[in-house]
Each structure stands twice: as structure tokens, then as C-alpha cells.
């Protein structure tokens, strides 16, 4: 009974210490990640019409304005991403990107590596 109650404790005590998810949300990262995804999607619906841009994550620089992501996709049953570097020139602005060769992931060696 003793245990039960120590685990009810520190279940309560993790809901009260871990801060709400997306709570401190930074606006122009929110931006910058939902313009970056619908500038890709349209650009790849030309280039690979069955690719499907799935996410894409963000890391605000600290001082610059080089932004780097990594735009997660499906492509015939393969998942992977691609890393890219944007740049938001200010909020509401013009948005410059370059992906870099994507990257699979690779069940047998439960990692990613160069798709190919």
C-alpha cells in the first residue's frame, strides 16, 4: 500500500513540475514551421508528386537568422527527412530554404542514413 501511494505521489508531483506543452511557443518559430511545411509541400508537388511532407521541426538560432529544420517525409512506404536551412527575413516576410540530400531511415540498422 505504501508503494502505491509513493507511486500516486510522484505521479502527481511529475503533472505539477512538467510545464504545458507549447505553452512558451515562440510566434516566429510557429510561423517559420508552418510557412517552411506549405513552401515545401508545393515546391515538392512538382518535383516528387508522391513524396508527402509530413512535419517539420525548427531550431530558432540564439544570434544569426539562419534557422535549421528537418522536414519529415513519406515516399512510397520509406520515411525520412531532410534537413534544411531557412531563413525568415522578419515575421511575415520572405522565406529562403535549402534542403540538403534526405535522409531514410533504414529498419535493419535502426537508423537513418543516405536514401538511395
Request: with cysteine; net charge positive; glycine share 6%.
Given at each position: 500500500?505504501?508503494?502505491?501511494?509513493?507511486?500516486?505521489?510522484?505521479?502527481?508531483?511529475?503533472?505539477?513540475?512538467?510545464?504545458?506543452?507549447?505553452?512558451?511557443?515562440?510566434?516566429?518559430?510557429?510561423?517559420?514551421?508552418?510557412?517552411?511545411?506549405?513552401?515545401?509541400?508545393?515546391?515538392?508537388?512538382?518535383?516528387?508528386?508522391?513524396?508527402?511532407?509530413?512535419?517539420?521541426?525548427?531550431?530558432?538560432?540564439?544570434?544569426?537568422?539562419?534557422?535549421?529544420?528537418?522536414?519529415?517525409?513519406?515516399?512510397?512506404?520509406?520515411?525520412?527527412?531532410?534537413?534544411?536551412?531557412?531563413?525568415?527575413?522578419?515575421?511575415?516576410?520572405t522565406l529562403t530554404w535549402v534542403a540538403k540530400s534526405p535522409q531514410c531511415w533504414n529498419p535493419a540498422?535502426?537508423?537513418?542514413?543516405?536514401?538511395?
Amino acid at each position: 500500500m505504501a508503494a502505491m501511494r509513493w507511486l500516486a505521489l510522484c505521479v502527481l508531483a511529475a503533472a505539477v513540475f512538467v510545464p504545458v506543452a507549447g505553452a512558451k511557443t515562440d510566434p516566429r518559430l510557429a510561423y517559420l514551421q508552418k510557412t517552411l511545411r506549405t513552401d515545401m509541400v508545393k515546391t515538392f508537388k512538382k518535383q516528387a508528386p508522391k513524396l508527402k511532407i509530413t512535419t517539420v521541426k525548427c531550431v530558432l538560432p540564439k544570434d544569426g537568422v539562419t534557422s535549421h529544420c528537418k522536414a519529415s517525409f513519406t515516399d512510397a512506404g520509406v520515411k525520412g527527412y531532410y534537413p534544411v536551412t531557412a531563413k525568415l527575413h522578419d515575421l511575415g516576410g520572405t522565406l529562403t530554404w535549402v534542403a540538403k540530400s534526405p535522409q531514410c531511415w533504414n529498419p535493419a540498422k535502426k537508423k537513418y542514413a543516405a536514401c538511395g
